[in-house]
């Protein structure tokens, strides 16, 4: 169960990133208000989990019991940083890197 919720952060960190950058670039800055929805909804389902894991655990040790809440909230941490990570890409993609078309002339 832990490797999943290990998981499911370091997903849910890379759709946010992903998703957010992407429509970012695609559409405009405001629409990286979609990833702060995704990055909510990420952490709702993280602290569901937390709560029903906790829940689960209540015959192991404190110190099971201390790492599994670490876990819960080192994936909040993921998330919270893959959006800021997310911010601070389109700003420097947006700064430094200038796509330029070129169509070769026509008349010669």
Same mark, same amino acid.
């Given at each position: 169960m832990i490797e999943f919720v290990i998981l499911l952060g370091v997903i849910g960190g890379w759709i946010v990133v992903a998703s957010t950058l992407f429509l970012m670039l695609a559409l405009g800055q405001t629409w990286g208000l979609v990833g702060v929805l995704l990055l909510v909804g990420f952490i709702l389902v993280n602290q569901s989990l937390k709560a029903k894991y906790m829940r689960t655990i209540v015959d192991a040790t404190p110190r099971a019991k201390a790492i599994a809440?670490? /876990?819960?909230? =080192?994936?909040?941490? /993921? %998330? %919270?940083?893959s959006y800021l990570v997310s911010l601070l890409l389109y700003e420097g993609i947006q700064k430094y890197v200038e796509i330029i /078309?070129?169509?070769?002339? %026509? =008349?010669?």
């Open positions: 809440a670490h /876990i819960f909230e =080192m994936n909040e941490l /993921i %998330l %919270l940083s /078309i070129k169509f070769p002339d %026509l =008349m010669g």
